[in-house]
């Protein structure tokens, strides 16, 4: 079945430090790639997604492109804040069909000023 | 809209007891999802509707959990009988397209301790 990979953290930087999470996927076909973000005692919010391959996805400065020839959906931040701290998940759905997010395990992201 | 609704945020209960929770998807969403939350196995699909019609419930973990949408704006998750190994953060969601290409919108989660 469809499976999610992200490094599980967790990652501290410093504040104004590069971001990178990565996330590689498994699925048949053509799926979306999405990256939620969940902050302590909160619901998962869509932080960006993409639908087809060479896509980017960006908001709040965050980017992520889809690598159809890695299967990759890596997060990228080039400043980051303390009010970034959270943790993030990578999920995909297949294409046209109805089965839901499958999602990575979270990456617990720690931003220290 | 005052986004995806569940209820209760908290809820303590003994081993053996039944537990009900709640959702109100977001009005004119079409998709309900049911997710577990848990350290061990992150978070996991339990069950979805598209149009109030259960289209897979194969994450659903055992027959002591069910789930029913009598309507539109309604959906309940009942463990019967609870253990504590069900303790966990259960969460809610909705989408606007019968096939989940596009943005999910979350509760807030019911945090669930069996004790």
């Known amino acids: 079945g469809d499976s999610v990979t992200q490094m599980e953290g967790p990652v501290t930087l410093s504040e104004e430090a590069f971001l990178t999470i990565n996330c590689t996927y498994t699925a048949t076909g053509y799926p979306s790639l999405f990256w939620y973000v969940q902050y302590p005692g909160e619901g998962l919010q869509l932080l960006l997604k993409?639908?087809?391959?060479?896509d980017k996805g960006s908001n709040k400065g965050f980017e992520a492109t889809y690598r159809k020839e890695t299967t990759s959906f890596h997060l990228e931040k080039g400043s980051v804040q303390v009010s970034d701290s959270a943790v993030y998940f990578c999920a995909l759905t297949p294409r046209g069909g109805a089965d839901g997010l499958t999602f990575g395990k979270g990456t617990h992201l720690i931003i220290q000023p | 809209d005052a986004g995806v609704i569940q209820s209760p945020r908290h809820e303590v209960t003994e081993m053996g007891q039944e537990v009900t929770l709640r959702c109100k998807p977001i009005?004119?969403?079409?998709?309900l999802f049911w997710y577990r939350q848990t350290m061990m196995r992150g978070l996991e699909l339990l069950i979805y509707?598209?149009?109030?019609?259960?289209?897979?419930d194969s994450g659903m973990p055992e027959d002591r959990f069910s789930a029913k949408m009598p309507n539109a704006s309604f959906s309940t998750l009942k463990i019967q009988p609870s253990e504590p190994r069900d303790s966990a953060v259960y969460f809610c969601a909705s989408s606007g397209q019968s096939y989940m290409n596009t943005e999910a919108f979350f509760g807030q989660g019911t945090r669930l301790t069996v004790v």
């Open positions: 993409a639908t087809k391959a060479d």
């Open positions: 009005s004119g969403h079409n998709s």
């Open positions: 509707f598209n149009n109030n019609v259960p289209i897979d």
